[in-house]
């Protein structure tokens, strides 16, 4: 398994500043030649990092997270990176290794390490090699329930199975880290793979957000009437019922990582 990942730099001056970049009311494409040096931030509380933010709340498109990639430099890290106590997160790691601990459970993250953070829980980052690490991170304000509690855990993509779609033999295939069924989860943090030819052939229309990095292959997307062509390192950030199908270009898989809010009620009188 392959994760793309972005390393900066600039383009040379001779270059065209053509590039795939979209902006739209229903949906924004962020190809990989955006995430250079000069559009990276700073986090508060960490050291020897950087972090390009792909995705944030905005009035009138996708209000219900937020998405980064983080590079951390060796030596690097953060004692508590999540400083919002009623957010919950996930990270998922592209290269290098991360040292996670977890109210004091240490963790080592090579890529495809994959951890969900409940809300509240007390966690650090740390980058004890010598060459950098990075990583996705999705972060969602908590929406709980009574009588559920989502609790924080490690795993990695390489042991869990994708399953299936029914009626694909399997060309289309989903790798879900927690159960669809557990309402103690407010968001669903999955990889999706498309064997070459593989598709959704039918625009799905649906109220969840959606954040997708493209970690492998190819694709074309239909967005809103629209076709796209994506590639390994574009990033597709879609608004709440934005018509949305693919097909898988080939000659390999053609994988993402996909955000999306589920099992929830809508909330119609406040907090």
Not at 97 to 115: D, F, K, M, N
Not at 151 to 174: I, L, N
Not at 228 to 249: I, K, N, T
């Amino acid at each position: 398994m392959t994760y793309y990942t972005p390393s900066g730099g600039l383009p040379a001056q001779t270059e065209l500043l053509t590039d795939r970049a979209i902006v739209t009311g229903a949906y924004t494409v962020i190809p990989k030649g955006v995430l250079r040096d000069i559009v990276t931030s700073n986090l508060p509380g960490f050291t020897a990092t950087r972090a390009w933010l792909l995705a944030r709340p905005i009035t009138g498109f996708s209000t219900t997270f937020s998405q980064l990639i983080v590079e951390i430099g060796a030596g690097g890290g953060a004692e508590r990176p999540e400083q919002e106590s009623g957010v919950e997160g996930v990270v998922f790691v592209t290269s290098g290794s991360l040292a996670l601990t977890i109210a004091g459970e240490r963790h080592v993250l090579a890529p495809g390490g994959y951890a969900y953070l409940a809300a509240g829980d007390s966690w650090s980052l740390a980058n004890e090699g010598s060459e950098p690490t990075s990583f996705h991170w999705i972060r969602k304000a908590y929406e709980p329930v009574e009588g559920h509690a989502a609790a924080s855990f490690v795993t990695r993509d390489q042991d869990v199975a994708p399953e299936p779609m029914p009626d694909t033999d399997g060309a289309w295939a989903t790798t879900r880290f927690v159960d669809p069924d557990d309402l103690a989860h407010d968001m669903h943090v999955n990889i999706v793979t498309f064997q070459p030819g593989g598709s959704i052939p039918f625009a799905e229309t649906h109220v969840m957000e959606h954040g997708l990095f493209v970690l492998e292959g190819k694709g074309v997307y239909r967005l809103n009437g629209d076709w796209v062509e994506v590639e390994a390192g574009d990033f597709l950030w879609l608004r709440a019922f934005c018509p949305q199908a693919c097909y898988a270009g080939g000659p390999g898989p053609f994988r993402y990582l996909l955000y999306k809010d589920v099992n929830r009620q809508i909330r119609l009188t406040g907090a």
